[in-house]
Every structure is written in structure tokens, then in C-alpha cells.
């Protein structure tokens, strides 16, 4: 009997939690979670983390299960998620997993790609620009040498920018090459469903989400993490704006509106990542989750 993993992949705010829990239920199974940020138990507003009623509706795994303090990777996930599809899998034939993260989606669907070693000098000197001139300055550096690269990794996160830009530099070749090595073999086949709607419309939702964290604390949550604002794992949409705010050099509505527009941008970038996948399935955002499910029973 194959086994299955439903990947539900989609840009923020399109509802992607929603179908996650309709499916579990319908096919008696667990979801697990491959949203980078959703993993730390301090983040848990900003972050969208699914609410208390949506948790008990559907048993999740990798949910605020790591601190910001913790040293986590992609790496690591790819090997703890394959683990627990291991162990889901003994028990049920279906999983779904659901997250808008795409790197940690394709290493658990495909496995991560190789990248050759490189002079470690090239990167320290990246640290030094950065510094020095600024993450813009990195930006344009990687529109130039891999605009494939520029239009769909986090371009906001200094760490993931310069490793980019060290792989081009380095090897004289193009980030993105790399991002094409044979698939590992994976012990289940995947279905991949994709979640969309007009472009009108996801900036409408996202909007609503911002409004609904600002309601629901996401100042607060903020404001707590301040000490810790350096982290890596707080690099991110949401709370960077925030912390403009706190330290005084932004207005609260500025703040507030970068949210949105930085998140708007984020959208933009996972489906761009997302439609590289020809295997994904896309749906509208409002399709009747019994379409959904006979294709997946169609194509089990």
C-alpha cells in the first residue's frame, strides 16, 4: 500500500491551514507543520500560528516545538520530519503537510541540493559589505549575478542573501544551478496541492491577517523579544517592523504598513518558488474541499 503525503503549499493568508485540518479529517490522519517560523513557541501571533480550536481539530507536529534560542536548521528538519512521516506512516497511510516555507517543503519532498565548498573569505568579506553598505547593497549584487536567485529566496534575510551570493561567487556559476540535483528517494509519493487566488484578493487577506495580529498582541509578543532582536529566527516580517517601532525610529501606522507590505512581497516570492513545482496541483482558494479530495483519491 503507497504511502502519502499530501503537501498543501500557497501564499500566506490563502488558507492553507483551513484545507490542512478539512483533509486530516476526512482521512483520519496528522499534519505536520513546514512553516520555518511556526517551530518557535515565542512566535506564536506573528507567525500565524493555527489557533487552539484549529489545533485540537487535528494533531500537529512541529509546532512551537523549538526556542529562538535553539540552533535549527533546514537540515535538521529534513531529518526530523522524515522521521516522523516514518512513524505517522506506520499508523496512517495519509499525511498531510502544510506550510509556506518552500525550502523546508523541498527538503522533505526532494531532499536539500548539494553546494560545493567555497573560500570562507568570500564570505566573511560579504559580512563586511553588509555591515558597511547595507543588505540593499547584497540585494543588487544578486540581481545582477542570479536574478532567479533575487526573485525567490528571502531577499530580506541577510543570511540567506549572502548565502547566495558566495555560491555565485565562489563558482562563477549561478546560485539557482545548484537548486536542480536529482531527487533522494523518499519512502511515500507526494501529492502537492496549491492554494491561490487573484492577486487582489491576497492582498485583501493579507491585510485582514496584520490587522487581526495587531489585535490579537502581536505588539506585545514584540515587545517581549526585544532582548533578542539579533537572532536569526527574528529576522522576520513582522517582527523586524516592530522593532523600528520600539526603538523609536518608526511611526506605529509606518510600522504597521511595512508589515503588510513586506508580507504582500512575501506572497509574491512563494509563488514564485511554488510554481517551479509543474507536479503541483492548483486549486482556487474557494474550490469545495470535495474537489480536492477526488483528486487526490483520483491520483493516490
Known sequence: MTKLLISIVGPTAI?????????ANHFNTEIISADSRQFFKE??????????????????HFIQNKSILDNYNVGD????AIAKLKELHQKHKTVIMVGGSGLYVKAVTKGL???????????????LQLEEKGLP??????KTLDTEAYNTIAIDNPKRV???????LGTDKPYSSFLTNPEKNRAFKTISIGLNAERNIIYDRINQRVDLMIKNGLLDEVKSLLPHKELNALNTVGYK???NYFEGDWTLDLAVSEIKKNTRRFAKRQLTWFRKDENTKWFDYKTNVSEIIDYIVANS
Open 162 to 168: 549572502i548565502r547566495a551570493l558566495e555560491i555565485c
Open 241 to 243: 517592523e516592530l522593532f
Open 43 to 60: 512566535m506564536a501571533i506573528g507567525t500565524a500560528v493555527p489557533f487552539d480550536d484549529e489545533l485540537d481539530a487535528a494533531q500537529h
Open 137 to 142: 547593497h547584497l540585494q543588487d549584487q544578486l
Open 113 to 127: 541540493d548539494y553546494f560545493p565548498e567555497v573560500d570562507a573569505s568570500i564570505r566573511e568579506n560579504l559580512n
Open 15 to 23: 488558507g492553507k491551514t483551513a484545507l490542512s485540518i478539512k483533509l
Open 77 to 80: 528538519f529534513e531529518r526530523d
